[in-house]
């Protein structure tokens, strides 16, 4: 029930987001950059791709528990259960998001929400796809109070559906309702690599739970976005593995069988002794851009929105379709969100997209002409589309001058 809040807040979601923009247009303030947002939300796109067989490591114990240790018999159809449930859901979203702050092989699942150096409602998209694989048992103990399955999908749905709005800066201080709930001003310090504000304020919803546990922080300061080792990549994939890839090498440079082991749940940050030397990347005084062809920003949009048209198929097809054709629509959608990420990083890797656009074209025929006869008018519609990008790109990238591009 989660996912499905989820699609349902979408339509929401777009529209809070072109309002966003639209009222940035009037007060010339820019908050956006296209390469970003695209990256943020193709991160969103590879968290519905690659997280369902994760959510099993969630549902499978809870429903277990609730089943077999539930100590409460709780009404569902009561509304004080809703409400009880629905604060003890926040609860267990603080120490879990906190605890993904707090150890350094946590934070490799969580700082991918945190590698954007901009601030706008697209940035609330920009998720950890694997994030759900280290969550999960902070929930567990609501299916030993009694919490039904479904309700709590539904309220954790609810709950993260709460947290879209308050990623943006535009909406200052609100006042009383500062003292009991998560606001943009709140959350911006949450984003905040000042260090008056590196981790503070983990609340979803509540921001008391930060005031009890001692997290909270006022913004006070102008914000620096992003994180202390910036990833300084458009490809939504490097930004899932980037921590754990610096964890990787300095456990491979170490000397210490025991550091090699424990640097993973250590706190986040901590390096072996004899590998602190080895630089890490930190920030700029500027935030990460590239250069590429101005006249690319189109040709970017369009391959955006066919990728998001090929996540709507796979959605579609989870359910109905044979076991095989998911999964290739998931190789397909993930291998386009590295290849337009890299493309706004100025590099000239056009083989890459160009043999993306055509072996998705030859999948679509040989998928409509063997597999799926009656549908075939899709797979030439598709293999059309592909050839015609494939032109589309060539044209744009013949003689363009790579510069940088205001975003």
């Known amino acids: 029930m989660s996912v499905n809040i989820a699609v349902m807040a979408l339509p929401l979601y777009i529209l809070l987001m072109l309002l966003e923009l639209a009222y940035e247009r009037h007060a010339g303030r820019h908050t956006w950059r296209l390469a970003d947002s695209v990256t943020s939300i193709n991160s969103a796109v590879l968290r519905l791709v690659l997280e369902g067989p994760l959510r099993l490591l969630l549902l499978i114990p809870y429903a277990w528990l609730y089943e077999h240790a539930r100590v409460l018999e709780l009404d569902a159809s009561s509304p004080w259960v809703w409400l009880g449930g629905f604060v003890a859901v926040d609860l267990c979203f603080y120490w879990a998001h906190r605890s993904l702050h707090r150890y350094n092989l946590l934070w490799g699942a969580h700082q991918p929400h945190h590698s954007s150096e901009d601030f706008n409602l697209s940035t609330a998209l920009r998720k950890g796809a694997l994030q759900t694989a280290f969550d999960w048992p902070f929930y567990l103990p609501l299916a030993l109070l009694g919490v039904p399955l479904p309700l709590f999908l539904l309220l954790l749905g609810i709950q993260l559906a709460y947290q879209f709005w308050i990623h943006t800066q535009h909406i200052e201080r609100l006042g009383w309702l500062e003292q009991i709930l998560v606001t943009?001003?709140?959350?911006?310090?949450?984003?905040?690599?000042?260090?008056?504000?590196?981790?503070?304020?983990?609340?979803?919803?509540?921001?008391?739970?930060?005031?009890?546990?001692?997290?909270?922080?006022?913004?006070r300061e102008p914000v620096r976005y992003g994180v202390t080792t910036p990833v300084?990549?458009?490809?939504?994939?490097?930004?899932?593995?980037?921590?754990?890839?610096?964890?990787?090498?300095?456990?491979?440079?170490?000397?210490?069988?025991?550091?090699?082991l424990r640097l993973w749940w250590m706190p986040t940050g901590w390096r072996p002794t004899d590998v602190r030397q080895r630089p890490w990347p930190k920030m700029g005084a500027q935030v990460f851009a590239c250069a590429y062809p101005a006249n690319l920003k189109l040709y970017a949009f369009i391959q955006f929105l066919a990728i998001n048209a090929l996540t709507l198929a796979f959605l579609a097809s989870v359910k109905r379709a044979a076991?095989?054709?998911?999964?290739?629509?998931?190789?397909?959608?993930?291998?386009?969100?590295?290849?337009?990420g890299r493309l706004f990083e100025g590099r000239r890797l056009w083989r890459l997209e160009a043999a993306r656009l055509l072996s998705l074209a030859l999948l679509a025929l040989a998928w409509g002409a063997y597999l799926a006869p009656a549908q075939w008018w899709v797979g030439i519609g598709v293999a059309?589309?592909?050839?015609?990008?494939?032109?589309?790109?060539?044209?744009?990238?013949?003689?363009?001058?790579?510069?940088?591009?205001a975003q």
């Open 184 to 219: 943009p001003s709140h959350h911006r310090v949450h984003h905040g690599q000042n260090d008056c504000y590196i981790d503070k304020n983990h609340g979803g919803v509540f921001i008391v739970w930060d005031k009890l546990f001692g997290t909270f922080a006022e913004e």
């Open 232 to 260: 300084n990549s458009f490809d939504p994939l490097r930004l899932q593995l980037s921590w754990w890839r610096l964890l990787w090498a300095d456990a491979q440079a170490t000397r210490s069988w025991w550091d090699k």
């Open 323 to 340: 076991a095989w054709e998911p999964w290739l629509l998931a190789v397909a959608i993930v291998v386009g969100c590295i290849s337009l």
């Open 384 to 405: 059309g589309f592909c050839l015609g990008s494939l032109l589309g790109l060539h044209y744009l990238l013949r003689g363009a001058p790579f510069r940088a591009v």
